[in-house]
């Protein structure tokens, strides 16, 4: 069975880190899984990796959906095209609430700047691109940051689920910041042996973790993350849903992260399509 491709949306890199690991399984790994020892869990889990990783760094599935995403401050809907040239995001709604018609003038001239300077899609392509980066380390790291254990066997609305748990590898060094924080998780991930693919993962920070000697940053001990990913349409795996719950400092300034993020209404779209097509699709078929 050939391996499927991630999306990567713009996260937080402590987000980033999670969502790699969220999704960090491939489709190589046993169907079943009954009571394995420590070390046939780790390879269980090492292949999947591989294979997921394997994906990562070849994606060919765009598609179009739709992003609510909630703060305590404020909720918005979105409409999102995956395109060769980044994504292009259309505003829907604030707080569940259709746009005013001089919110959604406002969009179309956003639209329009979009259309006649294509340097601010390259950028927004460039971010995109050095998230997928951030995501692919944390892949590569995966394997031998974690000490993972099965768990046993459960049952959700979707079928059969096997849970493993994992832990910090206490000789794991990290190479760089985006894989600093492994250091101090740990969790479980539900997986579905029916397809090999994870459906949930719930991931803990055990410690503050700091970066750059405290100096840049700090994430602080307790927070929190749930995602949960799907079989969204032909076969493809995404997340459909996010949640997390962080708070630290960067640069001297005190942040909370506070998100849940809910993807739906998934359609494939044509390889190679570009960001303006995407735009006439968004004016056209909103």
């Known amino acids: 069975m050939s391996a499927k491709p991630l999306a990567v949306r713009s996260l937080p890199p402590c987000a980033a880190v999670f969502a790699a690991a969220a999704l960090a399984w491939g489709q190589a790994a046993p169907a079943t899984v009954t009571a394995p020892l420590p070390e046939q869990a780790q390879a269980y889990v090492g292949v999947a990796l591989a294979n997921e990783l394997q994906a990562v760094e070849n994606p060919n599935h765009p598609m179009r959906y739709q992003l609510r995403k909630s703060s305590p401050r404020l909720t918005t809907t979105k409409e999102i095209v995956e395109t060769k040239d980044g994504e292009v995001a259309l505003l829907l709604a604030v707080n569940d609430k259709p746009l005013s018609s001089t919110d959604a003038q406002k969009e179309q001239a956003r639209l329009d700047g979009l259309l006649s300077d294509s340097g601010k ?6 971010s995109e691109e050095a998230d997928a980066g951030r995501l692919i380390k944390v892949l590569r790291a995966l394997p031998s940051a974690f ?4 768990s046993g066997a459960g049952q959700d609305a979707t079928g059969k689920q096997e849970k493993f748990t994992f832990k910090p590898n206490p000789d794991f060094t990290p190479p760089d910041l985006e894989t600093q924080v492994l250091t101090a998780m740990n969790g479980a991930i539900w997986i579905d042996p029916a397809s ?9 920070l055990l410690r503050d973790v700091d970066f750059g ?3 840049l940053g700090r994430l ?3 927070g929190w993350i749930v995602i949960e990913d799907a079989n969204v349409c032909g076969d493809q795996w995404r ?9 630290g400092r960067v640069l001297f300034r005190t942040r909370n992260f506070d998100t849940v993020e809910d993807e739906s209404h998934f359609e494939p779209l044509p390889v190679g399509m570009g960001y303006r ?10």
């Open 147 to 150: 000490i993972y254990q099965y």
């Open 277 to 286: 097509q995407a735009i006439q699709m968004l004016r056209t078929d909103p």
């Open 196 to 204: 090999d693919r994870v459906t949930r993962l719930e991931g803990h």
């Open 213 to 215: 000697w405290g100096i």
């Open 239 to 247: 997340i459909v849903h996010f949640q997390m719950q962080l708070s």
């Open 121 to 126: 899609q390259r950028h927004r392509k460039q």
């Open 220 to 222: 602080n001990r307790g």
